[in-house]
């Protein structure tokens, strides 16, 4: 059975600061793996979805990276700011979709 | 626009009472689930279908029922609701869940309270 870890679970930083997100499954075998963001009490939101076969995908100041032989993921957020506050998910697709706890990220003015 | 849409949004119940949380996609996707959200468990899925007609548990399917009988509508449906069911409900569906291109969207969420 496929398990997701998301460490930390909680960071807080200053603003401007470059961060990295990591993800981790146990199950090689995925089709892809996707990074989500949730506001409190809101819905998903994918941020970026990276292919099995694919090493890395970047959007805007986000940037994912795969590495499926040791079940490792991450996300890179460059120049955080306030409005970057939220949890963030990685969620891996086998026959079906496994999400990790999050990470809750904060980041002050 | 391309969405998942989820009917009611908030609902608060008496246990019991039988209710149903409707999901909607207007992508033509093959591929739908539900999900279930709790603090400190996060997401765990509690149906998913692949296709109409074809509809499988996921990890937490106890007190829950689900139908596939048109492509767009994947509800969910609790026949007698009791107070563990309180919590973040998310419907998602995707084109496909074997290719590794397809990305899954998900509806906005149901808060549903159980007394």
């Known amino acids: 059975k496929q398990e997701v870890t998301q460490i930390p679970a909680a960071l807080s930083v200053p603003e401007g600061e470059n961060l990295v997100l990591n993800c981790s499954f146990t199950?090689?075998?995925?089709?892809?793996l996707q990074w989500f963001r949730q506001d409190p009490g809101k819905g998903l939101t994918s941020l970026l979805l990276?292919?099995?076969?694919?090493r890395e995908q970047t959007s805007g100041r986000l940037n994912a990276s795969l590495d499926k032989s040791s079940g490792r993921s991450t996300l890179y957020i460059a120049a955080s700011q306030p409005g970057d506050s939220a949890t963030y998910l990685c969620?891996?697709?086998?026959?079906?979709?496994?999400f990790g706890a999050g990470t809750r990220l904060t980041v002050k003015p | 626009e391309a969405q998942v849409t989820q009917n009611p949004r908030y609902l608060i119940t008496v246990t019991g009472k039988k209710l149903t949380v409707t999901c909607s996609q207007n992508?033509?996707?093959?591929?739908m689930s539900w999900y279930r959200q709790d603090p400190g468990l996060g997401l765990r899925q509690i149906y998913y279908?692949?296709?109409?007609?074809?509809?499988d548990k996921g990890d937490v399917p106890e007190g829950y029922k689900v139908s596939r009988k048109e492509k767009r509508n994947f509800p969910l449906i609790l026949e007698s609701p009791s107070p563990n069911q309180t919590s973040l409900y998310f419907c998602?569906?995707?084109?496909?869940?074997?290719?590794?291109?397809?990305?899954?969207?998900f509806g906005p969420g149901t808060r549903l309270t159980v007394t």
């Open positions: 998602a569906s995707s084109l496909s869940m074997t290719e590794s291109s397809y990305e899954q969207y």
């Open positions: 199950d090689s075998a995925i089709y892809n």
């Open positions: 990276i292919q099995s076969s694919q």
């Open positions: 969620a891996v697709s086998g026959w079906d979709m496994r």
């Open positions: 992508m033509n996707h093959e591929y």
């Open positions: 279908s692949m296709n109409v007609e074809v509809t």
